[in-house]
């Protein structure tokens, strides 16, 4: 290190000092001022200093405190320790409540200890913190050599003047408590796995999935059973399903909706109970006899169709108000005038954050106007769901119940849960008197 040599000498301005010399200034409350050099291997940098009162700082009227540094040009400081052990440098910041140096009063609960404070200029000074890390005393009883701490992160955001406020602490217990939500960056896989350590993690899906890895590597997603549930009721209803024809599924309508989170509900209706033309369009085109009130995408049920394979639900593609395509059902024969019959059955619709996947339990209790078998299932969107057909044998005019449950994997925002039924022996119609749809997200 340059040696730092002083000449004292009276001056009426710091500024006025030569390398280095040390000079008092004139001024009534008489300070100290000095300018030095100090570097290595002839890399001298000089500055003017001031001491007054214990402090020594770089002469700027803009900036205040104990100690203040200002550069115009290297952009840091910074501190090293040249050592034969694994010791590094320390940077002590310290409290006392007592008012004279060298003396101690012991802290309270919530007192400061220190602050890292990073200011911005505004064009006119350095008031305006935009972000600051703080210690405190987080002890409601401190005591000797025992004083529980915590560590402060706050920041500004620039809405209004001097908003800083407080982002998170870790409290004396270790804990990380944060004041808004949390926001983690998506990955397509967890981290390599550590013995001890578990991970949480968002997936890079769409939508994006949070994920748990326990320390052996396995995987799981994070949800809440019924978090996000949609249910559909009716209640001594009288609700007929009209069976058109035999063993082929028509729709479920005049539900009421139940209790709705992330799910949405419409009760279902007739669309046409007699349409004007089927026609061949690569895929089946229907035309019907007034306007049809559809949306593209939205799914119908077809019944007494001119092909037997047209009998089928599909997702519709609107041509005009009173011409629509099925995308799910290829034309086979029949083009031409027809007496089909399409319904919109009343369904559950999955809101954006209503994605995964779902258990789906139902129960119906109705009655036979012949000796027949009644079937019912579950359909997700087109496809029929096999795993929740249930059955059940009636006599004329018996009253029984049909039960259900089953799995619905891999539902999409906007995707549609509905109920369908057939008669697999006749053309006899089924009453329903009442019936339960509810799905819970897994």
Same mark, same amino acid.
């Given at each position: 290190?340059?040696?730092?040599?002083?000449?004292?000498? @009276?001056? =009426?301005?710091?500024?006025? @000092?030569?390398?280095?010399?040390?000079?008092? *200034?004139?001024?009534?409350?008489?300070?100290?001022?000095?300018?030095?050099?100090?570097?290595?291997?002839? +890399?001298?940098?000089?500055?003017?200093?001031?001491?007054? /009162?214990?402090?020594?700082?770089?002469?700027?009227?803009?900036?205040?405190?104990?100690?203040?540094?200002?550069?115009?040009?290297?952009?840091?400081?910074?501190?090293?320790?040249? %050592?034969?052990? =694994?010791?590094?440098?320390?940077?002590?910041?310290?409290?006392?409540?007592?008012?004279? #140096?060298?003396?101690?009063?012991?802290?309270?609960? /919530?007192?400061?200890?220190?602050?890292?404070?990073?200011?911005?200029?505004?064009?006119?000074?350095?008031?305006?913190?935009?972000?600051?890390?703080?210690?405190?005393?987080?002890?409601?009883?401190?005591?000797?050599? %025992?004083?529980?701490?915590?560590?402060?992160?706050?920041?500004?955001?620039?809405?209004?003047?001097?908003?800083?406020? *407080?982002?998170?602490?870790?409290?004396?217990?270790?804990?990380?408590?944060?004041?808004?939500?949390?926001?983690?960056?998506?990955?397509?896989?967890?981290?390599?796995?550590? =013995?001890?350590?578990?991970?949480?993690?968002?997936? %890079?899906?769409?939508?994006?999935?949070?994920?748990?890895?326990?320390?052996?590597?396995? +995987?799981? *997603?994070?949800?809440?059973?019924? =978090?996000?549930?949609?249910?559909?009721? !009716?209640?001594?209803?009288? *609700?007929?399903?009209?069976?058109?024809?035999?063993?082929?599924?028509?729709?479920?309508?005049?539900?009421?909706?139940?209790?709705?989170?992330?799910?949405?509900?419409?009760?279902?209706?007739?669309?046409?109970?007699?349409?004007? %033309?089927?026609?061949?369009?690569?895929?089946?085109?229907?035309?019907?006899?007034?306007?049809?009130?559809?949306?593209?995408?939205?799914?119908?049920?077809?019944?007494? !169709?001119?092909?037997?394979?047209?009998?089928?639900?599909?997702?519709?593609?609107?041509? +005009?108000?009173?011409?629509?395509?099925?995308?799910?059902?290829?034309?086979?024969?029949?083009?031409?005038?027809?007496?089909?019959?399409?319904?919109?059955?009343?369904?559950?619709?999955?809101?954006?954050?209503?994605?995964?996947?779902?258990?789906?339990?139902?129960?119906?209790?109705?009655?036979?106007?012949?000796? +027949?078998?009644?079937?019912?299932?579950?359909?997700?969107?087109?496809?029929?769901?096999?795993?929740?057909?249930?059955?059940?044998?009636?006599?004329?005019?018996?009253?029984?119940?049909?039960?259900?449950?089953?799995? #619905?994997?891999?539902?999409?925002?906007?995707?549609?849960?509905?109920?369908?039924?057939?008669?697999?022996?006749?053309?006899?119609?089924?009453? #329903?008197?009442?019936?339960?749809?509810? @799905?819970?997200?897994?």
């Amino acid at each position: 290190m340059a040696d730092v040599l002083f000449n004292r000498i @009276l001056t =009426a301005s710091v500024s006025s @000092l030569n390398t280095g010399q040390q000079g008092w *200034e004139t001024a009534a409350d008489s300070e100290l001022g000095f300018k030095m050099s100090v570097g290595k291997n002839g +890399d001298d940098v000089e500055q003017k200093f001031l001491a007054k /009162d214990q402090k020594i700082k770089v002469l700027d009227s803009t900036i205040t405190g104990a100690l203040s540094c200002l550069d115009d040009s290297s952009g840091g400081e910074s501190f090293a320790r040249y %050592s034969a052990d =694994a010791n590094g440098n320390d940077l002590l910041i310290q409290k006392s409540r007592h008012a004279t #140096i060298g003396s101690h009063t012991i802290v309270q609960d /919530d007192d400061k200890v220190g602050t890292i404070g990073f200011a911005a200029s505004d064009g006119a000074d350095f008031g305006t913190r935009v972000a600051e890390i703080r210690a405190e005393v987080d002890d409601a009883s401190p005591a000797s050599s %025992s004083i529980g701490g915590a560590l402060v992160f706050s920041a500004s955001a620039g809405v209004s003047a001097d908003d800083l406020a *407080e982002a998170g602490r870790f409290t004396k217990e270790g804990i990380f408590e944060i004041s808004h939500t949390i926001k983690i960056k998506e990955r397509a896989a967890a981290l390599g796995d550590t =013995a001890g350590y578990g991970q949480l993690w968002i997936e %890079s899906t769409t939508p994006c999935k949070l994920r748990f890895t326990d320390d052996a590597g396995t +995987d799981f *997603e994070v949800a809440m059973i019924g =978090a996000e549930l949609g249910e559909m009721y !009716m209640y001594e209803a009288a *609700e007929t399903v009209t069976i058109n024809t035999q063993d082929v599924y028509h729709a479920i309508k005049g539900f009421t909706a139940g209790s709705l989170s992330g799910w949405t509900f419409q009760d279902g209706r007739v669309v046409d109970a007699n349409i004007t %033309s089927e026609a061949d369009n690569t895929i089946l085109r229907i035309v019907t006899s007034g306007v049809h009130s559809l949306t593209t995408g939205d799914v119908v049920t077809h019944t007494n !169709m001119n092909d037997a394979a047209h009998n089928k639900p599909s997702q519709v593609t609107v041509i +005009d108000t009173t011409t629509y395509d099925c995308d799910d059902i290829t034309y086979v024969a029949g083009a031409g005038t027809s007496a089909g019959v399409v319904d919109e059955p009343g369904y559950l619709q999955a809101g954006v954050a209503a994605a995964g996947n779902y258990s789906l339990n139902y129960s119906c209790s109705g009655e036979a106007v012949g000796a +027949d078998t009644f079937k019912m299932e579950a359909f997700h969107i087109a496809e029929e769901k096999d795993n929740t057909a249930a059955e059940l044998d009636l006599g004329n005019n018996d009253l029984g119940p049909i039960p259900g449950t089953g799995f #619905i994997p891999s539902v999409a925002a906007g995707d549609r849960i509905w109920m369908g039924c057939k008669n697999k022996t006749g053309t006899d119609n089924f009453l #329903i008197t009442n019936m339960n749809i509810n @799905l819970h997200r897994l």
